[in-house]
């Protein structure tokens, strides 16, 4: 079966390690990834999408929240169906193989080197033809039960002769996704290799500069394409920052979580709305019960906003705040083509370094960890300054 992709769109994180490999910042997880890849097709992209299979090897705090946070972030239909696999490379070229028009695949590596990619199925320029699919067990990676860290049993010389070697197979690839490069360069001389994400995010990533034949490699198990053809491909990738050896708060904290909040918030706050009156227009950033203007209650319902928005102040926080990771820079930023203004926390870029009138945009978030559930909400990115 051919399958053709109508748009591709890839992040990488705006922070960088030791080793020049991209990683979440702070305030980044599985979720707010996804978002960010997906945002990238745009709005008319976006409208098409009847279903979202994301791929990730580490699921992280998702835990059953995604689909709610995903759909109200990107504006879709609260009924759309959400598909969550465990699986690296084989499996997001897998997912894509078997993609009808209108399926949106999100593949997310959330650890160095850290990357996103989202590839919308449906009429385009780009196609896609499975060729082989080659299946060896080659057991390197497993998590006890009460475990949260991998286990790793790996003998690079049996992972590669008797894993990646067998799951090649002997083919003659153009592009060999999810291996590190150096590897991809002895055992397919000539090959590219997609240095930014070897994980689920690489097919992806691969489909955006690699035409030819595509093999997407994990342990023992690949999946090959043959890819044809291409269409632009919308890439978010700042210029690092240097990051930290950890992002963890230097006095941790125990938040509490009050689960009604959070409920009701959440489409407001996840899905960036406003209330507007209905009697007098008058819009309220959060939503409130009675209109500040007219008075009337329970007579506001919910308005988009605009992402766009530039520093009205800002402020560092250099104290240790418990909980937090520091310092940090909080500003007050007026919203686009409207009169509200909200204070956000600036993310993807040093603290200290935001200015008053410097222009941005909201983004979606991590906002912080109440008892173990992720809260989600919008930080300001400063535009990046030429």
């Not at 990738?237 to 050896?245: F, I, K, S, V, Y």
Request: hydrophobic share 45%; glycine share 10%.
């Amino acid at each position: 079966m051919i399958v053709q992709i109508a748009a591709l769109s890839t992040y990488l994180p705006a922070w960088a390690d030791a080793r020049g490999h991209r990683v979440p910042g702070p305030d980044e997880d599985v979720t707010t990834l996804a978002v960010a890849a997906a945002t990238g097709l745009g709005a008319d992209a976006l409208a098409t999408v009847d279903r979202i299979v994301l791929v990730t090897r580490r699921p992280d705090a998702t835990l059953g929240t995604f689909p709610e946070i995903v759909l109200q972030a990107l504006g879709l239909d609260p009924g759309t169906p959400v598909e969550e696999r465990l699986g690296g490379a084989p499996a997001t070229l897998d997912a894509l193989l078997s993609a009808a028009p209108g399926t949106l695949v999100i593949g997310v590596d959330p650890q160095a080197p850290a990357a996103a990619g989202a590839a919308l199925a449906g009429p385009g320029g780009l196609s896609i033809e499975r060729a082989d699919t080659v299946r060896h067990s080659v057991p390197v990676r497993s998590r006890a039960a009460g475990d949260t860290a991998d286990r790793v049993y790996d003998d690079p010389r049996l992972l590669r002769e008797r894993g990646w070697k067998r799951a090649l197979g002997g083919a003659d690839a153009t592009v060999v996704a999810g291996l590190p490069v150096r590897d991809v360069g002895k055992l397919v001389p000539g090959a590219d290799a997609v240095a930014e994400a070897v994980e689920a995010a690489a097919p992806i990533l691969a489909l955006a500069h690699h035409p030819g034949l595509l093999v997407a490699v994990e342990n023992g198990h690949s999946v090959s394409a043959q890819v044809t053809g291409s269409v632009p491909c919308a890439a978010t990738a700042r210029t690092p920052n240097p990051a930290p050896p950890t992002w963890e708060p230097r006095t941790p904290a125990e938040i509490p979580a009050s689960l009604a909040s959070y409920e009701r918030a959440l489409e407001a706050k996840v899905g960036w709305k406003a209330g507007e009156c209905r009697e007098c227009g008058e819009r309220s950033l959060p939503p409130r019960a009675r209109c500040l203007s007219c008075g009337g209650m329970e007579t506001q319902d919910l308005v988009a906003l605009p992402r766009s928005a530039a520093v009205y102040s800002v402020v560092t926080v250099r104290a240790p705040v418990p909980g937090k990771h520091g310092p940090y820079s909080l500003a007050v930023v007026d919203i686009a083509g409207t009169s509200l203004r909200t204070l956000a926390a600036v993310t993807d870029a040093e603290a200290g370094t935001a200015r008053i009138g410097d222009p941005g945009a909201l983004v979606l978030r991590r906002v912080a960890v109440r008892a173990g559930i992720p809260d989600y909400g919008y930080a300001f990115q400063p535009e990046e300054q030429s």
